[in-house]
């Protein structure tokens, strides 16, 4: 088989050699009992970064934002999220099951967006209160897409007016960020709280932070131990998600430009249809027509080429640090040798 190429995620990327050694030379500590010094230097570099007080390193993204909610909750209290919010999709329904809350959505548009107006109509006082707003940038299940910070500054504006906190769900913030040719710190200048991954575009083998004001940090730590959350001598992984944070942001442009091509050269194919969310940052959506997508899957991975999507017709494709240009040109021509081959659908 010729080399594979893994386009199912930007959470597939191995650690670099630079990675490798930081890890291995990694100053640690327990950090439940606090004393991790890479930990702490890297969720002083967190909290920096997105313009807020405090930061906390967690396992994952969907306990960073399992913690968050816990944390902005009560028993009873309501949260809302978009429609097609990762948090509602693909989460477990955890902040539910776990803290006996309720998650409200909202409509997304195609890009992700929220309407404003609407979310007004929704926001409760009491019974039950609605006590956070999530907003997830960039959105998952709407193309990669990102919402600009006028679009934010709406959103949080409507939640604040009504008592409500602003939590982002921002697992690729710096995607957003970086496509929008801004920071995070202004992307982010709205939100309370945020939850981002290390794990996904900026190329860690493990971790997310969520980041906010130091009380509610605070409480967050606590809930994180609760849920199993707390690690020993995680300075180790801790060391590559800080060198991440360092040196890996500003390469995110080179996935974008990929992702704009592998977008382009499928566009011309027979039996795609592109996402109308278009291509904003590194994922590329399209749907299968006149062919069975659950064949074309199947024969993809044959030919070396790994994906995923988020119907049986619906394909997406996440190129990431390991995809070269070479790699898209390569995946574009086996797309179409697939194609070519499949006979049409009945």
Known sequence: MANLIDLRSDTVTRPSEEMRRVMAAAEVGDDLLGDDPTVDALEEASAAI?????????????????VALLTHCGRGDEAIAGSEAHILNN???????????????????????????????????????????????????CGGSVLPVSAMHAIAEVAHAAGAQVHVDGARIFNAAIALETDAKTLLAD??????????????????????PKAFIDDARMVRRMVGGSMRQVGIVASAALWALQHNIERLADDHANAKRLAQGLGELPHIAMDPAGVDTNMVFFTIEGLDGAEFRRR??????????????????????DVSRDDVDAAIDRVRKVIASMPAAS
């Open 91 to 141: 989460e477990g329904m955890g902040a539910t099951a776990l803290g006996g809350m309720s998650i409200r959505a909202v409509p997304n548009d195609a890009r992700g967006g929220i309407d404003p107006e609407e979310l007004r109509g929704m926001i409760r006082a009491p019974w039950p209160t609605t006590k956070v707003v999530c907003i997830e940038n960039t959105h998952n299940r």
């Open 300 to 321: 993809l991975e044959a030919e070396g080429v790994l994906c995923t999507g988020t119907s049986a017709q619906r394909v997406r494709m996440v190129c990431h640090l």
């Open 50 to 66: 997105t313009g807020k007080e405090a930061a906390l390193y967690v396992p994952s993204g969907t306990m960073g934002n399992l």
């Open 191 to 212: 939100a309370d709280t945020v939850q981002f991954c290390y794990s996904k575009g900026l190329g860690a083998p493990i971790g997310s932070a969520i980041t906010g």
